[in-house]
Each structure stands twice: as structure tokens, then as C-alpha cells.
């Protein structure tokens, strides 16, 4: 099981392995279909994950509002991680 670096470090600084832990320890499952695509689902609204080359694209899903944000990996986890919980 891989261990993730302290949560200030950016995104660009985690191995594949260490990012894919990291969306598998917040709850998220990776995609049969497509390994790049996490499915995340929590009681007010659900997100898709695309893990691509240089950004992280979040589509956040609610009952009638899709909204799409891409975070570039410069960017520290927590920092990440804060604004996929907070939502749309």
C-alpha cells in the first residue's frame, strides 16, 4: 500500500499509485471501463474524476446542476481535496 506525501505537497510531486490511494481513501472507485475515470458518490451529490495528463477534471453532479472544474497538479492535495468535499 503506497503512503502518501505530507498533504502540502502538490499534486505534480505524487506517483500515479500515491494519487489513485489517495481518491480510493476519500471513497471514490475507479471506472471498469476506464482506469483514468473515477466515480465519486456522497449523499448530496455525486463527481467523476478524470485523472489526465495535466490537470485533474472534476464533473460535480446534483439533481439539476452539473458543474466542471479542472485543478492543475501545481496545486497542494489538501487544497484539492478541500474543494472536491466542498462541492459545486
Known amino acids: ?9 502538490p499534486l505534480n510531486q505524487h ?3 500515491a494519487i489513485e490511494f489517495w481518491l480510493l481513501s ?8 476506464n482506469p483514468c475515470v473515477w466515480e465519486w458518490t456522497l449523499l ?5 474524476i478524470i485523472i489526465k495528463q495535466d490537470e485533474l477534471i472534476v464533473m460535480w453532479m446534483d439533481k439539476d446542476l452539473k458543474s466542471q472544474f479542472a485543478f492543475p497538479y501545481g496545486l497542494p492535495r ?8 466542498h462541492g459545486p
Do not use: N
Open 44 to 48: 448530496q451529490w455525486s463527481a467523476e
Open 26 to 33: 476519500l471513497g471514490a472507485t475507479k471506472c471498469i471501463d
Open 1 to 9: 500500500m503506497p503512503t502518501l506525501p505530507p498533504a502540502k505537497t
Open 15 to 17: 506517483s500515479l499509485q
Open 78 to 85: 489538501e487544497d484539492v481535496e478541500a474543494a472536491l468535499k
